[in-house]
Structure formats: structure tokens, C-alpha cells
């Protein structure tokens, strides 16, 4: 699977968007770019994820470049609900009941009220 | 509500003993996931098990054992073996067909102590 970089933290204020990057510069043809949030001490919550074009769902914006090198996530009206730390995984294709996911040390995003 | 539960939330164990840590699910999912996470650090597999009566290893299996008796349980038991287990420990399922790949759904963690 493909290596990701994000900043270790960032700062937001509240009711702006937020936009997390993430590098994944060694992605291959058929990996997926998947996003993860974590509240402090609960379990990681799925955000979004997609392959090459960009996405969109109740939660966020994926928006992955063109050549697929990089990808931003983006909270359009970022709330204090929203502090977290977020996690950018690149995998493979996966079969149902083998979503094996590596989870890296991800970006702490804070909203500033 | 449907959802994954975990227990006990907080547990204290003695060096040398055995600890068991329960994950239930009531979403009918297939698949389940234990990961291990430590302070300032993502999250680790240590098992995961696919159908009932069978598991396989993940990245950090040593010292630990699981079992998958029914698919509503995934209990997960700390040995003495393990050097180090004071962690926050994660379990998790995902759907099968008709769900979206890749998601996994957390319950709310035990964090294990040991004194």
C-alpha cells in the first residue's frame, strides 16, 4: 500500500472550511484514497473515500488531483464538533470482509472558535 | 441501536495475568477487527476475522489470541505474553455486500492499564 504524508496538525476557524492535505505520491492505478476521523478516546469514524474522480457526501469533499499524487479533504462550514484527528489511507481495492486498513499518525485538526 | 460494544471501558491488570476484552455487534456484519493504538500513535491490526470460526493474524499478533465462536462476538484476550499491553484497543466490523468497502465501524475502545 502507499505511503501518506499529512501535516501533523492544523488550526480552522469555526464556520470556515477546512482543508486537510495529504500526499500520496507512490499511489498505484488501483488504490483507493480513504478518509478517517478520530474524536478524542472513540473509535475512528469513515468519512469518504474515492479512486480518481472527486467525491462528495454529507460529511466532506474529496477532492483527489489529477495525476492522483496528492488529495484534500475538505469540512465546507467546520464546527467545534469537528476537532479531530484525521487519517488519509491509501489502499487497494478490497473484497468485503477484508478491509484491512493501516491507520498512520494522521493530522490533528483543531477549530478555533 | 445497532452498533459495536465494547467491554469494560477501563481495565486494570496485574503484570503476568490474562485479560479479556469484549467486542459485540448487533449489525449482522461478517467481518471483525481488533487494532491496538498507543498514546500519539495510529492504530495497529492485531487480528482480524472474516467469517465465524476463523481469523487471521495481523500486523501485531504476538501475545494476544482471539476466537470467533458466533458472528455477534469477537472477544480478545490479552495474554501474559505481551510486553507491553497498556493501550487503547479498538474493535470494529464491516458489512458485507451492499455496504461500502472499506468501512469499518468502531465501538467506543477499552483502554487497558497495567500496573
Known amino acids: 500500500d502507499a505511503k501518506t504524508t499529512q501535516p501533523p496538525s492544523m488550526d480552522c476557524a469555526e464556520g470556515r472550511a477546512a482543508n486537510l492535505p495529504c500526499n500520496h505520491s507512490?499511489?498505484?492505478?488501483?488504490?483507493?484514497v480513504y478518509w478517517y476521523r478520530q474524536i478524542h478516546s472513540q473509535g475512528p469514524q469513515y468519512i469518504i473515500h474515492?479512486?480518481?474522480n472527486n467525491e462528495t457526501n454529507e460529511m466532506a469533499s474529496l477532492i483527489i488531483t489529477e495525476d492522483r499524487k496528492s488529495s484534500t479533504l475538505i469540512l465546507p462550514h467546520a464546527t467545534l464538533r469537528d476537532t479531530a484527528v484525521y487519517y488519509c489511507?491509501?489502499?487497494?481495492?478490497?473484497?468485503?470482509?477484508?478491509?484491512?486498513?493501516?491507520f498512520g499518525t494522521g493530522t490533528r485538526l483543531t477549530i478555533i472558535p | 441501536d445497532g452498533g459495536i460494544t465494547q467491554s469494560p471501558k477501563y481495565l486494570f491488570r496485574k503484570e503476568g495475568q490474562n485479560v479479556t476484552l469484549s467486542c459485540e455487534q448487533n449489525?449482522?456484519?461478517?467481518?471483525m477487527y481488533w487494532y491496538r493504538q498507543d498514546p500519539g500513535q495510529g492504530l495497529r491490526l492485531i487480528y482480524y476475522?472474516?467469517?465465524?470460526?476463523?481469523?487471521q493474524k495481523g500486523d501485531i499478533a504476538e501475545g494476544y489470541s482471539v476466537s470467533r465462536e458466533k458472528k455477534e462476538s469477537f472477544p480478545l484476550t490479552v495474554t501474559s505474553a505481551q510486553k507491553n499491553p497498556t493501550a487503547f484497543y479498538l474493535c470494529?466490523?464491516?458489512?458485507?455486500?451492499?455496504?461500502?468497502?472499506?468501512?469499518?465501524?468502531f465501538g467506543e475502545g477499552s483502554r487497558l492499564t497495567v500496573l
Open positions: 476475522s472474516q467469517i465465524v470460526n476463523d481469523f
Open positions: 489511507i491509501v489502499r487497494v481495492a478490497m473484497n468485503f470482509g477484508n478491509e484491512k486498513l493501516t
Open positions: 507512490t499511489i498505484s492505478g488501483n488504490e483507493y
Open positions: 449489525l449482522n456484519h461478517d467481518a
Open positions: 474515492g479512486l480518481k
Open positions: 470494529a466490523s464491516s458489512p458485507g455486500a451492499g455496504g461500502v468497502v472499506g468501512e469499518l465501524f
